[in-house]
């Protein structure tokens, strides 16, 4: 037997599946493809959570782009965070191309155009759904820590919260928050001491400054209604094929902190609304972060942990999450060592510190007698990587240098018409798209303010009014003194069933 006869049997053998898979591509030994050693991902394992990585104009993107296609075409639904742009092409066919052609005839799979129903969404005033929460969603804890609030302050925030929610307050937006701030240390103090303790000015001043910095960061664009339903995220077409909802975050590069923000809530609202799969044999749901250094650059310690902990869990719930990015390290170490499939395209060796970070890279992938790991990882070309994920019984398969198969949709973006077309015919654009701003604490707070404020004024007047009669008569009054301090019950309007993400989040934290 050939050396690559052995080769083929030892990659097909390595990356057999029962049940349904996808394919990446075909398996490269000595920098040649092995036509039909091919390399295939159970679907079953796909929610084990993956990274793909290498430098940049390697492939990395182009992967996402494979991995959310096959997935699509298998029912699967898949959220994209498309941070630069580049993935609305898969709402259209692939025009082909003869290094296409070439590649596919390398790899022995036929090459079929196709498109994908692709949904646009957005964080900001860009075309397409707009995504949103309420603060009373995100709830004191997850507040808190996207804040990067004091634990005193954190307290404070949690008071807050529960007085909003004994009074039926509703917290929408960072106006709500920042008015319930005001009015604790303000009007409402004496009434919120009685009940729940002081408030320190300093304090809730230190919160609103922190609030304040989210503001600048667009954060008052994404909280507030109509607030995304998660199931909406589920949808699959007519046609069987799973919708490829792509989050456009061109925009938001330079504020990581909204970005943090933003996918933590995501990853939050996905777990606590789910049901708990049991073994289905396939994803619900598989969630691709393109740039996902952005996420871990700027969080806090507590908001890493709260991020680490979701990952762990959110499996659990048929979720699989791939982080693309460029250098493995840009990932935390508990996140990494809790990936099943890991795609590694080829990493440029310029420095030390670059061929330091290669070196670590290679300990971390399967030892393999057809290959160098580490000489592999700076020979690769574009559109090849070094695979390794878990088979159907969860072992990690045989390492592959594998020629990865091309998208079937186009690679490059949509032009802007093709753009506008898309987003006219999306049905949850109208669901979302209008601005609501319904009475919430803030309306509510200022009108019990004002409300206060008359009764004060009737309270005086009658006050003056009696001691003119008193002087007039020389009686002493017997009237009893009534509190200008209305009932905040008074107040109490909107039906809203304030949903809290507290419970299962304060689960998640132990
Ligand atoms: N699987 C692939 N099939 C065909 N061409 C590819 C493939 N992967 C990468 N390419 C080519 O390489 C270019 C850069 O890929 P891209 O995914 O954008 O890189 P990265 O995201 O790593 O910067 C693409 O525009 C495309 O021309
Ligand atoms: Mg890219």
């Known amino acids: 037997m050939s050396g690559k006869q052995e080769f083929h049997d030892h990659i097909t053998e390595g990356y057999l599946s029962k049940g349904e898979s996808i394919t990446l591509g075909a398996a490269m030994l000595n920098g040649e493809t092995v036509a039909n050693a091919l390399v295939k991902i159970p679907l079953k394992t796909l929610n084990r959570h993956g990274l793909i990585a290498g430098a940049t104009g390697t492939g990395k993107t182009k992967t996402l782009q494979v991995l959310a296609e096959n997935l699509s075409e298998k029912g699967i639904p898949v959220l994209l965070m498309d941070m630069k742009g580049d993935l609305s092409g898969i709402a259209r066919p692939s025009p082909g191309h003869p290094k296409i052609d070439e ?5 022995g799979i036929p090459f079929n155009p196709k498109k994908f129903p692709v949904e646009i969404l957005t964080l900001s005033e860009q075309e397409g759904v707009r995504l949103r929460a309420t603060v009373s969603e995100f709830g004191p804890v997850l507040i808190s820590r996207i804040l ?3 634990e005193t302050q954190a307290g404070i925030i949690s008071i807050l919260f529960k007085y909003c929610d004994d009074n039926k307050l509703p917290l929408l937006d960072l106006k709500d928050f920042k008015k319930i701030l005001q009015y604790a240390t303000d009007e409402g103090k004496a009434e919120i001491a009685k009940e729940y303790g002081r408030i320190s000015p300093a304090s809730s001043g230190a919160i609103l400054r922190k609030i304040v910095e989210l503001e600048q960061q667009g954060g008052d664009r994404f909280f507030g209604e109509k607030s995304f339903d998660t199931d909406d995220l ?3 077409d007519e046609n069987g094929m799973g919708y490829i909802n792509i989050v456009r975050l061109t925009d938001i590069q330079d504020r990581p902190k909204l970005f943090s923000t ?3 809530c995501l990853l939050a609202e996905v777990y606590s609304t789910f ?4 073994d289905s044999g396939r994803p619900e749901l598989v969630i691709f972060i393109d740039e996902a250094h952005l996420i871990f ?5 507590a908001l890493l942990d709260q991020i680490e902990s979701i990952v762990k869990l959110i499996r659990s719930k048929g979720v699989g999450l791939y982080f693309v990015t460029q250098n493995p390290t840009d990932v935390p170490d508990a996140v990494l060592s809790q990936l099943g499939l890991k795609v590694q395209h080829a990493l440029r060796a310029f420095t030390a510190k670059d061929r330091k970070a290669i070196k670590l890279t290679a300990e971390n992938y399967p030892l393999s007698k057809y290959y160098r790991t580490d000489e592999v990882l700076t020979s690769l070309g574009i559109g090849e990587a070094l695979v390794s994920a878990l088979n159907e019984k969860g072992i990690p398969t045989p390492l592959a240098a594998t020629m990865l198969r091309a998208p079937m ?3 490059d973006v949509l032009e802007e018409n093709e753009l506008k077309e898309l987003i006219a015919g999306s049905k949850l654009v109208n669901k979302y798209n209008q601005e609501i701003d319904r009475a919430s604490a803030y309306e509510m707070l200022n009108e019990k303010i004002e409300a206060a404020n008359q009764e004060e004024a009737k309270e005086k007047a009658r006050q003056e009014k009696e001691a003119a009669k008193e002087a007039s008569s020389g009686r002493r009054s017997t009237s009893r003194r009534r509190s200008t301090r209305s009932p905040i019950e008074k107040v109490l309007t909107s039906p809203t069933v304030i949903r809290s993400v507290l419970g299962i989040l ?3 934290l132990k």
């Open 506 to 508: 304060t689960k998640l």
């Open 148 to 150: 990067g609030v004091s």
């Open 409 to 411: 949709s186009r690679m």
């Open 262 to 264: 933003f996918m933590l």
């Open 275 to 278: 049901p708990e799969q049991g």
């Open 234 to 236: 589920l949808r699959v």
């Open 103 to 107: 590649r596919h005839e390398k790899i």
């Open 297 to 301: 650059k700027e969080a806090s310690d």
